[in-house]
């Protein structure tokens, strides 16, 4: 094992060589991390012999004395001993203020020291906070996928900070960051058909194949260092790389309309209650004369005229939606994935294990019908538009508890009870 006096230096940064001792912790619960709360974000980019990784930290950002920055690499996301783990000293955080209130720091690992397969943890959380308790204000993990270890560029905003994010705002002006020379950029939109996660229930085999091959609806090149802007939303491709012997690397993103992950748009508050409505009904919503009221009066008579509690129903619906947006956007939008499903309709899982062979499972501990515990699994589906596409494994004895979910939504008396209600709503 490597001296821990050993030091390496990444452009001005001086970063100790992560070699500490391994301490056995418990299995982590990973729940904490799906909260509808400000999120602690990590992006990455290739430099050389090392992996610089952008934080942005959300306000209040607290880090120095018993609020260090620290790091620890697990061979798998089950594993009861890191690799390594250690703290990074403030001279290697390079911190600067966010837009927001937050912070932003950026450091380098030696990717040597960043096998591809394993899970790299950061947190800023308090020398004495739980182990197995997953806080998104301060924990933050990335899976290190070979692309993540080799792509030596990074989204932007228009101010020249890292994103954090693979989705995009149609009109939002972005760049694209390369390390060492400049690079141009290339990139494709392609026709994709969003369709909605299918019930927990549905036949796999039945469910239908996606195209072998999307087209593409139009192309360009932009100069290297050039803000792009792209007004149509779709699904994007991005293709980075040529110039001075380096090698092409290709991120897509997901540009959204309007004010993506939130719902601004009649339109766009109707399609979510695909998941508890018949076609028939959304149509009917779709065609009233003023749809956003008419979808007001749909909560409001499932609240029986309480308006209060219509109100609530409507917060509690919408801001998992958003939610989900935010947490699971992939080549479509966040709620149309098989993870948004289950968050919209059941709500955040308050249990989640992550298993060593990348599968993931939810624990809801009294979401059976006799009230008993109840567990779904999602599966890796990585592709390259979607990288950390996950796909529910599907049963047809989840037929009745799915109704039953669906029911606690449409019927007053059990709408507002059960473990499938939101935290925020009033007892009644």
Same mark, same amino acid.
């Given at each position: 094992?490597?001296?821990?006096? @050993?030091?390496? #230096?990444?452009?001005? &940064?001086l970063?100790?060589?992560?070699a500490?001792?391994?301490?056995?912790?418990?299995?982590? /619960?990973?729940?904490?991390?799906?909260?509808d709360?400000?999120?602690?974000? +990590?992006?990455?980019?290739?430099?050389?012999?090392s992996?610089?990784?952008?934080?942005?930290?959300?306000?209040?950002?607290?880090?120095?004395?018993?609020?260090?920055?620290?790091?620890?690499?697990?061979?798998?996301?089950?594993?009861?001993?890191?690799?390594?783990?250690?703290?990074?000293?403030?001279?290697?955080?390079?911190?600067?203020?966010?837009?927001?209130?937050?912070?932003?720091?950026? !450091?380098?690992?030696?990717?040597?020291?960043?096998?591809?397969?394993?899970?790299?943890?950061?947190?800023?959380?308090?020398?004495?906070?739980?182990?197995?308790?997953?806080?998104p204000?301060?924990?933050?993990?990335?899976?290190?996928?070979?692309?993540?270890?080799?792509?030596?560029f990074?989204?932007?905003?228009?101010?020249?900070?890292?994103?954090? @994010?693979?989705?995009? $705002?149609?009109?939002?002006? !972005?760049?694209?960051?390369?390390? &060492?020379?400049?690079?141009?950029?290339?990139?494709?939109?392609?026709?994709?058909?969003?369709?909605?996660?299918?019930?927990?229930?549905?036949?796999?085999?039945?469910?239908?194949?996606?195209? @072998?091959? =999307?087209?593409?609806?139009?192309?360009?090149?932009? @100069?290297?260092?050039?803000?792009?802007?792209?007004?149509?939303?779709?699904?994007?491709?991005?293709?980075?790389?040529?110039?001075? *012997?380096?090698?092409?690397?290709?991120?897509?993103?997901?540009?959204?309309?309007?004010a #993506?992950?939130?719902?601004?748009?009649?339109?766009?508050?109707?399609?979510?209650?695909? #998941?508890?409505?018949?076609?028939?009904? $959304?149509?009917?919503?779709?065609?009233?004369?003023?749809?956003? $009221?008419?979808?007001?009066?749909?909560?409001?008579?499932?609240?029986?005229g309480?308006?209060?509690? &219509?109100? %609530?129903?409507?917060?509690?619906?919408?801001?998992?939606?958003?939610?989900?947006?935010?947490? !699971?956007?992939?080549?479509?939008?966040?709620?149309?994935? /098989?993870?948004?499903?289950?968050?919209?309709?059941? *709500?955040?899982?308050?249990?989640?294990?992550?298993?060593?062979?990348?599968?993931?499972r939810?624990?809801?501990?009294d979401? &059976?019908?006799?009230?008993?515990?109840?567990? #779904?699994?999602?599966?890796?589906?990585?592709?390259?538009?979607?990288?950390?596409?996950? %796909? =529910?494994?599907?049963?047809?004895?989840?037929?009745?508890?799915?109704?039953?979910?669906?029911?606690?939504?449409?019927?007053?008396?059990?709408?507002?009870?059960?473990?499938? +209600?939101?935290?925020?709503?009033?007892?009644?």
């Amino acid at each position: 094992m490597p001296s821990p006096s @050993r030091l390496w #230096y990444c452009l001005g &940064g001086l970063l100790p060589l992560l070699a500490a001792a391994p301490l056995a912790t418990p299995r982590p /619960d990973f729940a904490g991390l799906y909260r509808d709360a400000p999120a602690l974000t +990590v992006d990455t980019r290739r430099e050389g012999d090392s992996l610089r990784l952008y934080l942005r930290l959300p306000a209040p950002a607290r880090l120095g004395p018993g609020h260090a920055l620290r790091v620890a690499l697990w061979p798998s996301y089950e594993a009861r001993a890191p690799l390594w783990q250690d703290s990074i000293a403030r001279r290697a955080q390079h911190p600067r203020p966010a837009p927001d209130g937050g912070v932003q720091l950026s !450091f380098c690992v030696p990717v040597a020291q960043l096998p591809a397969g394993a899970a790299l943890q950061v947190t800023t959380a308090a020398a004495d906070t739980k182990d197995d308790y997953q806080e998104p204000t301060t924990t933050a993990w990335l899976r290190l996928t070979e692309a993540v270890r080799a792509r030596p560029f990074v989204l932007t905003d228009s101010a020249g900070q890292p994103l954090a @994010r693979r989705y995009l $705002r149609a009109g939002e002006v !972005f760049g694209v960051e390369s390390y &060492g020379l400049l690079q141009p950029v290339r990139w494709k939109r392609y026709a994709v058909n969003p369709l909605p996660a299918l019930p927990p229930m549905t036949n796999a085999a039945a469910m239908p194949a996606g195209p @072998r091959v =999307l087209p593409v609806l139009d192309s360009a090149e932009v @100069r290297p260092g050039q803000l792009l802007r792209f007004q149509e939303p779709g699904l994007y491709a991005l293709k980075v790389g040529g110039v001075g *012997g380096i090698a092409p690397r290709t991120l897509a993103v997901l540009v959204a309309p309007n004010a #993506y992950p939130a719902l601004s748009t009649a339109a766009e508050l109707i399609e979510p209650l695909r #998941y508890l409505t018949t076609s028939q009904e $959304r149509q009917k919503l779709t065609d009233a004369p003023d749809p956003k $009221r008419a979808v007001d009066k749909f909560w409001l008579d499932i609240a029986q005229g309480n308006q209060r509690l &219509g109100k %609530e129903l409507i917060k509690s619906y919408y801001g998992r939606v958003t939610a989900a947006n935010r947490l !699971f956007a992939a080549h479509k939008a966040g709620w149309l994935t /098989d993870k948004g499903l289950l968050y919209v309709v059941l *709500g955040p899982p308050p249990g989640v294990r992550r298993l060593a062979d990348g599968e993931e499972r939810w624990y809801y501990p009294d979401g &059976g019908l006799t009230g008993g515990p109840i567990t #779904y699994s999602f599966r890796p589906r990585p592709s390259t538009f979607a990288p950390d596409y996950y %796909e =529910l494994v599907r049963r047809p004895e989840y037929e009745l508890l799915w109704y039953a979910a669906v029911e606690k939504w449409r019927t007053p008396p059990t709408a507002l009870t059960g473990p499938n +209600v939101p935290s925020d709503l009033p007892a009644r």
